[in-house]
């Protein structure tokens, strides 16, 4: 993966397949630090599986059940000498309280920290993908945080779809009018 | 700066043709966006299609989507193209390039780009 957005793009994939209908994704930036957690309140994971998603060669191809976007992730964390974490409730578990969250931390100073690259893309085809799922999305910097809560547009736009074109160029530049706004500092 | 009252004008634009569009699509494209695709590419490949799918006034007729893994990773990006009545189009190592040629050519035209399908891929 090229840019940390492809990450983030691929491990949220994972809570849509997980039947999530809420979905947290939130960046927080502090000093050289930067924390990406995404939370779902999807189908979670029994311990044994939660155990083997990070081995990118316990995948069953048959089943399909994890594979290598994990891993990747994980790499790409610790290759800044930060970390991964994954904490998951399965359903089975808990019918009420469940979902998985997965937490990484990159140390962005590090000279192998990838660049976020085109998170505004990777949220237009997260919410294009997936218009019935609640995504509520914020990136905390030094001095702005940029946000979008998809409840919110729906509560506006009734019955169109959070899908449709011109709603989605519509927080496309939203969006990156916020990440353009100069920031306090 | 966009405000949710410019959403609310876009809502009733598009009131009217929601009902339309319905029912009416004849040719899906489907896009491989699990890790070997977004890896290798897809995302802009997807974006590609939705956006030129709209400027070419054929999202009445096609409906883009995304997918899981296809199967064939050492291929990806992979494009699917379903029609009623005709077999599936398979097209391989896409980019936002080819995506404009397909559009084109095949989504408008009706003529499979046949370089870029997995079979010429193979030979």
């Known amino acids: 993966m090229k840019e940390l957005s492809l990450n983030i793009l691929d491990i949220t994939e994972n809570s849509t397949k997980a039947g ?12 050289g630090c930067m924390t990406v957690t995404i939370k779902d309140d999807g189908c979670g994971m029994t311990k044994e599986i939660l155990q083997s998603v990070v081995d990118p060669f316990y995948t069953t191809r048959t089943t399909r059940k994890v594979g290598m976007g994990i891993p990747l992730f994980k790499l790409a964390a610790e290759q800044t000498g930060g970390s991964l974490k994954i904490e998951s409730v399965c359903e089975q578990d808990d019918p009420v309280q469940h979902g998985t969250t997965v937490t990484a931390v990159f140390h962005t100073d590090h000279i192998d920290c990838p660049p976020m690259g085109d998170i505004v893309s990777t949220l237009t085809t997260l919410i294009g993908g997936n218009p019935d799922v609640h995504f509520l999305f914020s990136h905390q910097m030094d001095g702005k945080t940029v946000g979008l809560d998809t409840d919110e547009l729906k509560s506006v736009l009734g019955d169109v779809p959070l899908n449709t074109f011109e709603v989605l160029k519509w927080i496309e530049a939203y969006l990156k009018e916020q990440y353009d706004a100069p920031s306090s500092i | 700066m966009k405000s949710l009252a410019e959403l609310a004008a ?12 319905e029912g009416t699509s004849d040719m899906r494209v489907v896009v491989g966006m699990a890790t070997c695709g977004i890896a290798a590419g897809a995302r802009p490949v997807l974006n590609a299609f939705v956006e030129l799918v709209n400027d070419e ?5 096609v409906t883009v989507s995304q997918t899981g893994c296809i199967g064939i990773c050492q291929y990806e990006p992979v494009v699917e193209v379903f029609e009623a009545g005709k077999d599936k189009v398979t097209y391989v190592k896409m980019t936002a390039e080819k995506a404009k040629k397909v559009v084109e050519q095949h989504l408008k035209g009706g003529e499979v780009v046949t370089e870029y399908t997995i079979d010429s891929a193979k030979a």
């Open chain 2, 57 to 61: 006034g054929l999202a009445g007729k």
């Open chain 2, 10 to 21: 876009i809502r009733d634009k598009m009131k009217d043709k929601v009902v339309l569009r």
């Open chain 1, 20 to 31: 999530a209908k809420n979905i947290i994704i939130s960046i927080v930036e502090q000093g």
